[in-house]
Every structure is written in C-alpha cells, then in structure tokens.
C-alpha cells in the first residue's frame, strides 16, 4: 500500500511580496496538474532529450543546480511545501532556467499518472525520517513506493535516495533489498559516503552537518523483471 501523509504542513512563514508575486505569474506557466484525466498543464516532455524528477525538493537548491547543468532535460519537481516551492521559483527566475516543471502536491499522484519508464533519474533527497515507530507508516519509502518508483524508471534509469537518519536507512535497504523491482548499484559500504557527482548540499544536509550527522547514498536501478520483455532479450542475445 502506498503512504498517506507522508509530509507536515503545507505552508510557513509568509511569504515576501516577490515570492507571492512569482507563486501568481511563473508558477501557472510551469505547472503540471494531475486530474483525474491523468497529467496536464506543462508536462511538454517531448521536447527534451530526457526527464529528471526530484520528490519534495525543500528550498529546491539541488533541483536548481540538476537544471542548470542539463539543459536538454526536463527537470520535474514535486514538492506540497509552497514556501518550497516559492523558493525554487527564485532560482527559475535568478538564473533563467526554462527547463524545470513543478508539481505543487504529493508525488504519489504525479508518479501514478505520468507513463512508466519516464524518468532517467529520480531523486529523493533527505525524506522525512518519521522517527516515531506509530509514523512509520508516513515513510515514503514502503514496497509499493519502490515498485512504483523501479516502473517509472527508464531502462537506464537510476534512483537517488539519501538521508541521514540511521534508522531509516536501514529501513530502506531493508525494503530495498526485499524488492526484486530495485538493484543497488553501489553495494559497496564504503561508497555510501560518497557524495554523487552532481552536488549541492541541500538545507536538510546542511542541518545534519550541523548536528554531526552522517549522509548515506543509495543509488538503483530496475530490476531485471520489471524490463520489458523486449529488453531483456536484447540483453541476453
Ligand atoms: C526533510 S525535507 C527535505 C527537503 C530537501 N530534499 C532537502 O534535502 O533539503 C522532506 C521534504 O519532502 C517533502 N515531501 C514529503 N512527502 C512528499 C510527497 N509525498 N511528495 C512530495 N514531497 C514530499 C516535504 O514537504 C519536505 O519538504
């Protein structure tokens, strides 16, 4: 079963009129919707070479930084937090970015209605740990968010997942590793540390360097069973 509430509140501070004003201008002109029809709004994936998505992005600085060094992908961000999501419209508008789409809401929704294999990368950075063992549900990370996330990556396509919070890592490779929809590609406990190539610390990892908190990365890729069957063939022969 996917989670429900997987995120707190949904607004904060409020926000400078600049903020505001870009929430009412930008925002509708880069926002995908997801009805019940499925996907609409500004999902004009074909006209880029790829498509990256971020889940719940915060302040949306490593979104931005994705964006700014691949100009040919579409680089789509889901976050429900809409001081967040203010945020990363500051970085659109400082750095002129033209090639990143926001999903204002709850991912689940955006990965149930966009088309399998659709992503060449999905990143999730510090999700809520949900600390609690009565939240443990609310994790984002369940079986039936793995298997969603392997179907919605492409053939090639690899997952990001980081966090700091050392009992739900081992919570994810927990569940990780009883899926047959995910591979771990970096299997060696040593490269856990390693920060990924492309990187910026977001505001989740700035706060645990302050507090002496370690990060781990976890990188993966479809398993074998969730390729179509065309693939596997071309594959084994
Ligand atoms: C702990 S914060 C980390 C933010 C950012 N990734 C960072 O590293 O600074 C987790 C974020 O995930 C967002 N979030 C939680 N559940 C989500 C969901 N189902 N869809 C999209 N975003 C979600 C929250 O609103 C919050 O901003």
Redesign the pocket.
């Given at each position: 079963m996917l989670p429900h509430n997987?995120?707190?509140r949904r607004c904060g501070r409020k926000l400078k009129p600049f903020k505001q004003d870009l929430l009412e201008t930008l925002l509708p002109r880069i926002q995908i919707n997801v009805g019940e029809d499925g996907i609409s709004g500004a999902f004009d994936v074909e006209n880029y070479k790829g498509c990256f998505l971020e889940?719940?992005?915060?302040?949306g600085e490593?979104l931005a930084l994705q964006a700014i060094n691949h100009p040919n992908i579409l680089m789509v961000g889901?976050?429900?937090?809409i001081n967040?999501v203010a945020n990363l419209l500051e970085h659109i508008h400082k750095d002129h970015l033209t090639n990143v789409r926001i999903y204002p809401?709850?991912?689940?929704h955006l990965l149930e209605a966009v088309p399998d294999g659709c992503f060449d990368h999905i990143f999730l950075?510090?999700?809520?740990p949900w600390p609690k063992k009565a939240h443990h549900k609310r994790r984002?990370v369940q079986h039936a968010t793995l298997t969603l996330l392997a179907r919605k990556l492409s053939t090639e396509g690899k997952l990001l997942i980081?966090t700091d919070h050392a009992d739900y890592f081992e919570w994810i490779l927990e569940h990780a590793s009883a899926s047959k929809d995910l591979v771990l590609l970096n299997d060696d406990p040593n490269t856990w540390t390693d920060f990924p190539p492309l990187w910026t610390q977001?505001?989740?990892?700035e706060k645990a360097v302050r507090a002496g908190r370690v990060s781990r990365f976890l990188w993966f890729k479809r398993g074998r069973d969730m390729f179509p069957e065309s693939y596997v063939r071309n594959k084994i022969s």
């Open positions: 997987t995120y707190g889940i719940g992005f915060g302040s490593h889901c976050e429900p937090f967040g809401g709850n991912a689940l950075l510090f999700p809520d984002f980081a977001t505001r989740f990892q």
